[in-house]
């Protein structure tokens, strides 16, 4: 079974700091990415997804992330992050080949200083 | 933008009570989906409907759930007889052809006590 990890799971940051998230999953065959993101007493919302192409995917609000085959991963940056970017931070993956559902990631939990 | 609908937001209930969670999905999608998210864990996956069946369901989705497609527009989620660990947030979501994103609702807070 294909399994979705984000290894951390709280990340406090500053105002205009770089941000990078880790996403790492466990099946080697074709898969569909994707990042959600959950501001606080909100709905799960798409951040950005990959289905093929570019492994550099740009998504909302300034976010981007990359989709490295041999590392099994999809780490999400943000070069800047502001306060209103205080949110749990989901990646989960869909493999074709099991159905059709997402497989989520723990999820961590941001937290901009202002 | 097309949103996914769910009804109530909040739900308190009594264990051993049955609830219906309701979702009126994006009219054009195709596959439709309940996936929960206890207190502080992951989001998981329950059950994927399509072509008016159930195409996949996780070992949470025992005999106590149940959905249902009743009039072509609502998804209804149904768990017949609630227990404490129930609790949770209900999410439903929705997608059209493959290459499209998930779309999820704002969710049904569950609260048995």
């Known amino acids: 079974a294909q399994s979705v990890s984000q290894h951390n799971h709280h990340v406090i940051l500053s105002e205009a700091a770089s941000l990078e998230l880790g996403c790492n999953y466990s099946?080697?065959?074709?898969?569909?990415l994707f990042w959600y993101v959950q501001y606080p007493g909100q709905h799960l919302q798409l951040l950005l997804k990959y289905f093929s192409g570019d492994p550099l995917v740009k998504g909302i609000k300034g976010f981007e992330a990359e989709f490295i085959k041999s590392k099994f991963s999809f780490n999400l940056r943000k070069p800047s992050v502001q306060w209103s970017d205080t949110a749990e931070y989901f990646c989960a993956v869909n493999n074709n080949n099991a159905g059709n559902m997402l497989t989520f990631g723990g999820g961590t939990r941001l937290m901009v200083k202002p | 933008e097309p949103e996914v609908t769910q009804t109530p937001s909040h739900q308190v209930t009594q264990m051993g009570q049955e609830v219906i969670l309701r979702c009126v999905p994006i009219?054009?999608?195709?596959?439709f989906y309940w996936y929960r998210q206890i207190l502080g864990q992951k989001v998981e996956f329950l059950v994927s409907f399509y072509n008016n069946e159930i195409s996949e369901k996780s070992e949470i989705f025992d005999d106590q759930f149940s959905v249902e497609r009743p009039d072509g527009s609502n998804f209804t989620l149904k768990i017949r007889s609630t227990k404490l660990e129930d609790s949770a947030m209900y999410f439903c979501a929705s997608r059209g052809d493959r290459v499209n994103g998930y779309t999820f609702g704002s969710g049904t807070r569950l609260t048995v006590v």
């Open positions: 099946y080697g065959g074709t898969v569909n």
């Open positions: 009219s054009n999608h195709l596959y």
